[in-house]
């Protein structure tokens, strides 16, 4: 039985170099080949916009002893859970049930009123300030104008929910700082960055998979000649 013999010679840089040369072409060509499809793809998409607002948080008042969520009074001193009780109102199911059917968007976008608020749930996004009173509001869409009225809906409908689930004695929930604004730029689809991203991604894949499909071919040929 003979013995497997490999190759001690080590593999240096200009192996790479080599092996890189002589595959060049389909490497890069299916590289810039991904790298157009995926910037024809993003710039493709339809722009979307955001609408924000930024608001207060009064340090005031307190939760009710009927509250549905069980806040005790020492948590109503805290200002961080009274701000995760607004976030979780803003984007809880109720809320994107009563802005889907205020704005008829499941006619608009013709699906049914739950993938309407689902979809609602999706476009807001809120941020509360560490150890500080301020939230961000954002709401992304296709229609800047819609985006305005959404957001303008929701901090009227925050209070209504707080009265009906009887939360706090806080009125408002919010205090609006700004007036809630749709940015006229649509938010930027970074399909150039995007577009080399992928480039760099087929390119590494690729030089990979070649490089250890050559190695492995090697083995086998010192294999073969060390069988005779």
Do not use: C
Not at 146 to 165: A, S
Request: net charge positive.
């Amino acid at each position: 039985m003979k013995q497997r013999v490999y190759s001690s010679k080590k593999i240096t840089i200009l192996d790479y170099f080599r092996m890189i040369s002589r595959y060049r072409q389909p490497i890069f060509g299916l590289a810039v080949f991904i790298a157009i499809l995926t910037y024809a793809i993003a710039a493709a998409k339809p722009d979307i916009y955001k609408a924000s607002v930024r608001a207060i948080k009064p340090n005031r008042g307190g939760y009710t002893s009927n509250s549905l969520l069980g806040i005790s009074l020492l948590d109503a001193a805290r200002g961080d859970e009274k701000g995760e009780i607004i976030e979780y109102l803003m984007s809880s199911r109720r809320m994107a049930e009563d802005v889907a059917k205020e704005f008829n968007l499941a006619k608009e976008w013709g699906v049914s009123t739950e993938v309407a608020a689902a979809k609602v749930q999706k476009m807001v996004d809120t941020h509360t300030r560490p150890q500080m009173p301020i939230m961000d509001i954002w709401a992304f869409g296709k229609d800047p104008d819609l985006l305005v009225d959404i957001i303008k809906f929701m901090l009227t409908n925050l209070d209504k929910l707080n009265n009906d689930l009887d939360i706090t004695t806080d009125k408002p929930l919010l205090i609006v700082l700004d007036e809630v604004r749709a940015d006229r730029e649509p938010v930027s689809k970074n399909a150039g960055r995007k577009a080399v991203v992928a480039f760099l991604l087929v390119s590494v894949t690729m030089i990979t998979s070649i490089f250890f499909w050559e190695y492995i071919q090697k083995l086998k040929a010192e294999e073969k000649r060390a069988a005779i």
